[in-house]
Nanobody, 123 residues
Framework: QVQLVESGGGLVQAGGSLRLSCAASGRTFNDYAMGWFRQAPGKEREFVAAIDWSGGITYYGDSVKGRFFISRHNAKNTVYLQMNRLRPEDASVYYC????????????????WGQGTQVTVSS
């Protein structure tokens, strides 16, 4: 089992920045690729970003490319999502997820999920 706990959400003005963190425990963090997804009320879960086990390969959703950046610190068992130039449409609950080794945009291929952290963007 892998336990994931997100933090760093909150209220920010449009154009501002936030950094989300996801702390993992329970298994060897280096063995897992990590993903960030988001889901707003009444909408489907949306892929945001993913990073492979080594940090060498990253993927981004089209709506966040160039504004959001995913990274990981394996010694701290933590993955980060730096969110810049936030827009009202970025407001959502953000979830981190884990799967073995290789990153993917498909949420159905992730085995473990955190409880989510709320991001609110005021216009």
């Amino acid at each position: 089992q892998v336990q994931l706990v997100e933090s760093g959400g909150g209220l920010v003005q449009a154009g501002g920045s936030l950094r989300l963190s996801c702390a993992a425990s329970g298994r060897t963090f280096n063995d897992y690729a990590m993903g960030w997804f988001r889901q707003a009320p009444g909408k489907e879960r949306e892929f945001v970003a993913a990073i492979d086990w080594s940090g060498g390969i990253t993927y981004y959703g089209d709506s966040v490319k160039g504004r959001f950046f995913i990274s990981r610190h394996n010694a701290k068992n933590t993955v980060y999502l730096q969110m810049n130039r936030l827009r009202p449409e970025d407001a959502s609950v953000y979830y981190c997820a884990a799967r073995p080794l290789t990153a993917t945009r498909n949420p159905e291929r992730y085995d473990y999920w955190g409880q989510g952290t709320q991001v609110t963007v005021s216009s």
